[in-house]
């Protein structure tokens, strides 16, 4: 898995074969087959945000927010997660397949976020909002700004991003 | 242009090249390499979404997002626009250029998102929001739904989207 992030940093999606990984990683390719069955699954897991060790959420939506953006943000735009991430949703259109982007993209990060929404209390979120749609939100508005660069990109998008989610979710 | 749109939707991106396209259009890929510079652009060009005839806005805030957000998801998810999004959004990563995304992606539907913020009027819509950053997060969340499907999509996705993109906007 260190291999094939490399290899995608290095040389992009395309170069990223179970060749080059499998040289990289010193091992046969076989062994590679051994334990997943694609190129396809092998990147996803290379490049699937691993379980952010954030810690307890303060209570404090705004900040919380802003840390579980930057978290998830960096862990998405890292070398191999700009390589793999619109190449993967690519080859999901052209009809490769490889494990739901559930289970690699949203599986870990959704609790933490629930979590992050639980602890700022009724006062500062609405109790009826669904947590996993405002998270969606939250994972295209990173795409966006990672992946579909603007002209003129407004200083400092990802904390205005963070300030919209939160009047999102504020009572009315 | 009309083209290239079917043979992205029949054989999808990477099949897509100004071969298979000159000869679906019959016309010599010389003819094609006068107007576009590369093949990136000309598939750019082939999935912008056109300005839409969404007809002025009724200033019925709602109303109006729920129907620009359905336009312009239809408009990138055509089969062209499921082929040739994400490759395209992938193909830059890969270091491949074309226009900026701005001139395809975004162009031709921020003025006319203004229009359906400013029609509602400020009781509807606080005019310190960003009608841009709001714009992405609509482009970020129909990317989302698009490509990066559920495990458990939730019935009515885009109407609930509309709804949280409502109390987002509203005066606190």
Redo the contacts between chains.
């Keep these: 898995v260190a291999a094939a992030r490399e290899v995608l940093g290095e040389v ?3 170069g990223a074969t179970i060749q080059a990984i499998s040289e990289r990683a010193e091992v046969p390719a076989s062994a590679i087959y051994r334990r997943w069955r694609s190129r396809i699954e092998l990147i996803e897991e290379a490049v699937a945000p691993a379980p952010p060790r954030l810690g307890p959420p303060t209570g404090d939506l705004a900040r919380d927010l802003a840390r579980f953006e930057r978290v998830f943000r960096r862990a998405l735009t890292t070398p191999a997660g ?2 793999a991430v ?2 993967l ?2 080859a ?4 490769q397949t490889g494990r ?3 289970a690699w ?2 599986g870990s990060w959704r609790p933490l976020f629930r979590d992050v929404l639980r602890s700022a209390g009724p006062s500062a979120v609405d109790v009826t ?2 947590p ?3 998270f ?2 939250l ?7 990672a ?5 003129a990109p ?1 200083p400092n ?1 990802p904390g ?2 963070v300030e ?2 939160c ?4 009572p ?1």
Tied chains: 1, 2.
Excluded at 92 to 95: E, F, N, R
Excluded at 139 to 145: A, N, P, Y
Excluded at 167 to 170: D, E, G, L, P, T
């Design positions: 992009g999606f395309a700009r390589a619109p190449a949703l690519a999901y259109q052209a009809g739901p982007p559930e993209l949203r909002v669904d996993d749609a405002v969606d939100l994972l295209g508005s990173i795409l966006v700004q992946f579909v660069p603007t002209a407004r998008a205005y991003t919209l989610l009047r999102m979710v504020a009315r």
